[in-house]
T-cell receptor, first 113, second 119 residues
């Protein structure tokens, strides 16, 4: 059965710290991996990764994919209290349902001032 | 652009009643809409995929007679939870895409969600 596993489930840090969130997957016919930020409501899109070894970067956030080892990491540097949220990893696999996303349980990040 | 709304944001209903949740794409035509359910501290679980004008495709284990999905227009999909029970209490999120075939997964826009509480 396809699955996406995120770790850690929960993380508490102080402002200014750097964090690394992990996502491993086993999905048939992998197509892409996506990271989302969820703050109590709808997930907001952060990155989509399709190729190994190419880092995607947006401000203090960056992400990279390893298709050989089947995992991705999301890095957040110089964390701020506004980064507190649940970070979701989702994988899109080819299948009968186009666009179907398999979500992990998420990592709850709390940043203390 | 690419805004998806849901109504209501939060609904409380009595056991045995039916509840309808609306999902609208405000500034684009949504050929495909997805309905997810999220229990506390759990991941989003896809319930069904609907394409405008055709019957929804339900994921394994989701009762299609209990969760009625209608995607009658390119901007509106509805999810009706029939004969709701306390175990149906959850956070329901829809997402919408312009694509029908071959669209990129990132082009899926999420609504703000509807919290359903069944007493």
């Amino acid at each position: 059965e396809d699955k996406v596993v995120q770790s850690p489930l929960s993380l508490v840090v102080h402002e200014g710290d750097t964090v690394t969130l992990n996502c491993s997957y086993e999905v048939t016919n992998f197509r892409s991996l996506l990271w989302y930020k969820q703050e109590k409501k709808a997930p907001t899109f952060l990155f989509m990764l399709t190729s190994s070894g190419i880092e995607k970067k947006s401000g203090r956030l960056s992400s990279i994919l390893d298709k050989k080892e089947l995992f991705s990491i999301l890095n957040i540097t110089a964390t701020q209290t506004g980064d507190s949220a649940v970070y979701l990893c989702a994988v899109n696999g080819r299948g009968s349902t186009l666009g179907r996303l398999y979500f992990g349980r998420g990592t709850q990040l709390t940043v203390w001032p | 652009g690419a805004v998806v709304s849901q109504h209501p944001s939060w609904v409380i209903c009595k056991s045995g009643t039916s509840v309808k949740i609306e999902c609208r794409s405000l500034d684009f035509q949504a050929t495909t809409m997805f309905w997810y359910r999220q229990f506390p501290k759990q991941s989003l679980m896809l319930m069904a995929t609907s394409n405008e004008g055709s019957k929804a495709t339900y994921e394994q284990g989701v009762e299609k007679d209990k969760f009625l999905i209608n995607h009658a227009s390119l901007t509106l999909s509805t999810l009706t939870v029939t004969s709701a029970h306390p175990e149906d209490s959850s956070f329901y999120i829809c997402s919408a895409s312009e694509g029908l075939a071959g669209f990129a997964a990132y082009e899926q826009y999420f609504g703000p969600g509807t919290r359903l509480t069944v007493t």
